[in-house]
């Protein structure tokens, strides 16, 4: 039970209401940021402004995944108003609270460091993104069935990382029979590719094999199919890209030959939120019990 715990949750999409409902039904207090279009009444939850918070007495605050902008604005999805969490707030808690956020940027790494409170990144767990990657690639499977004209059967793909994620999409994908290739720099993912039963190969020699590929799905945060990756890639092929922005291609040369490119990070709260939010609830309220 989390009775006595004071928690802020601060924005964020569907997911975050498994998060409330979860901490609510375990007795825990909680002040509601953002969400004053959020019909559900949660016993024990009160929705307040940032600047109303009692935060000398806030165990915890949880952001959205998306955690916070380059200028501490939050997204809220349930409410229009402008959020923005910066370093007074966390300076006004007990040195104990802890800030739990899916990722993090320069902005939001910096305030919990100067306020000298606990930052924790949940996306950085292996459990939550090796959960996540299940929705993640059933979203990507829906996507490229939805603006495909060929049947993924005997497609050529071509996944890029062999990640948490990326691992779970390229099994997916095999299964339905697609013929997968799996693009990759380190010797020892080569070597994991060969073993599923794939087609192993090295990210410089990306540009060979991309002549005859249908779709591409990549999951590495940085660029990697570059314009000169592009000018190989047939007009048709479709790039399903997961990774967070910018993603990993170069949008803009893509749509100039025609390409379709998709940049769609965080498909879980798109296609799955309830099994996201309840993945996130779960780790959430094991955390915080230790804390």
């Known amino acids: 039970m989390l009775e006595g715990k004071h928690i802020v949750i ?38 307040e402004g940032i600047d109303d918070i009692n935060w000398s007495n806030v165990d915890a605050v949880i952001l959205p995944v998306s955690g916070t902008d380059a200028h501490g604005s939050v997204e809220t999805v349930f409410s229009n108003e402008k959020v923005i969490l910066n370093r007074k707030h966390l300076q006004q808690s007990p040195k104990h609270c802890v800030i739990y956020s899916g ?33 993640t690639a059933e979203g990507a499977l829906m996507i490229a069935i939805q603006h ?11 996944v890029l990382g062999l990640g948490r994620t990326g691992m779970t999409i390229a099994r997916t994908f095999s299964a339905i029979g697609a ?37 591409f799905i990549n999951t590495i945060p940085a660029l990697v199919l570059t314009e000169k990756v592009l000018a190989k890639i047939p007009t048709h092929s479709l790039i399903i ?47 915080i019990l230790e804390q």
């Open 179 to 215: 013929k997968v290739k799996v693009a990759v720099r380190e010797a020892d993912l080569l070597a994991r590719a060969t073993e599923m039963g794939l087609k192993a190969i090295p990210i410089s020699d990306l540009e060979q094999h991309s002549e005859a590929c249908d779709l």
């Open 148 to 158: 495909t004209d060929i049947t993924l059967h005997n497609a050529d793909i071509i």
């Open 103 to 135: 990722i993090s940027n320069e902005y939001l790494t910096d305030i919990t460091k100067k306020a000298n409170r606990k930052l924790v990144k949940l996306m950085d767990r292996d459990d939550i993104a090796i959960y996540n990657s299940i929705p």
């Open 10 to 47: 601060i924005g964020g999409d569907a997911r975050q209401l498994e998060i409330i409902r979860k901490l609510s039904r375990l007795q825990a207090k909680l002040s509601l940021v953002g969400f004053q279009q959020l019909d559900d009444g949660f016993i024990g939850a009160s929705k």
């Open 241 to 287: 890209d997961l990774a967070s922005k910018p993603g990993g291609t170069d949008f803009d040369y893509a749509e100039k030959r025609g390409i379709r490119a998709q940049l769609v990070p965080g498909l879980p709260g798109i296609v799955a939120p309830k099994t996201a939010g309840i993945i996130l609830a779960n780790v959430l309220t094991e955390l």
